[in-house]
Structures are given as structure tokens and as C-alpha cells.
């Protein structure tokens, strides 16, 4: 099993950053793609952000792209999301994903293909 524990989240003003940190534990030899995802509430959890075992492939999702920035460091199994020009619709649980699937642009987008969730953390942005 692997355990994934998020760090970061705050409250912060419009236009500020803030970076995320997902720390994994247990069999973390079996995790190879890892990715960010996000919900506000009322809405659907989105994907945010994903990235290969090596770090790098990285894909991002249309509303975070020049803005947010995924990376890892597999040394301390953690995985980072730094997120910059934040805007309030970014106002959300964010949460770490981690999967024993081969990472694919095709597929990492999508909840199903991640076998592992943290318990999130909350993002928020005022105006």
C-alpha cells in the first residue's frame, strides 16, 4: 500500500503563490505516474496537473497551464505543485494521486487511472 499526505495549502490574496507538497510513504517503489487533482465546492473533482515516474513527461489542464508548475523528487518521494498568479477560481481541495500505471498524456487525466489518494488540502484565494 502507499500512503500520500498533502502540505501547503493556505489562504492567500489574488495574484500571490503557493507551492503544495505530496509526501509518499509505504511501497513507493510501485508508484509510477503521480498527478494533482482538485475540487470546489459544489463541483466535480478536475485534474490539475500530472507527471511521469522520471519527471519528464508533465501535462497540466488548460485552466493552470503557464501558471502552475508540476515536479518530484523520487529521492524524497514527494511530488510538488507550484502554483503562481493564483486567481480565486483556483479556490479548492487540492489532492495528490498516485498510480502503479505507466504514465500516458492520454490517460493520466483521468481520476480512474490513479490507484492512490491523499486526503487533500485546501487552497484558497481572495479577491
Known amino acids: 500500500q502507499v500512503q500520500l499526505v498533502e502540505s501547503g495549502g493556505g489562504l492567500v490574496q489574488a495574484g500571490g503563490s503557493l507551492r503544495l507538497s505530496c509526501a509518499a510513504s509505504g511501497r513507493t517503489s510501485s508508484i509510477y505516474a503521480m498527478g494533482w487533482f482538485r475540487q470546489a465546492p459544489g463541483k466535480e473533482r478536475e485534474f490539475v496537473a500530472t507527471i511521469s515516474r522520471s519527471g519528464g513527461s508533465t501535462s497540466y489542464a488548460d485552466s493552470v497551464k503557464g501558471r502552475f508548475t508540476i515536479s518530484r523528487d523520487n529521492a524524497k518521494n514527494t511530488v510538488y505543485l507550484q502554483m503562481n498568479s493564483l486567481k480565486p477560481e483556483d479556490t479548492a481541495v487540492y489532492y495528490c494521486?498516485?498510480?502503479?500505471?505507466?504514465?500516458?498524456?492520454?490517460?493520466?487525466?483521468?481520476?480512474?487511472?490513479?490507484?492512490?489518494w491523499g486526503q487533500g488540502t485546501q487552497v484558497t484565494v481572495s479577491s
Open positions: 494521486a498516485a498510480t502503479k500505471r505507466t504514465w500516458s498524456i492520454a490517460t493520466m487525466s483521468w481520476m480512474i487511472s490513479y490507484d492512490y
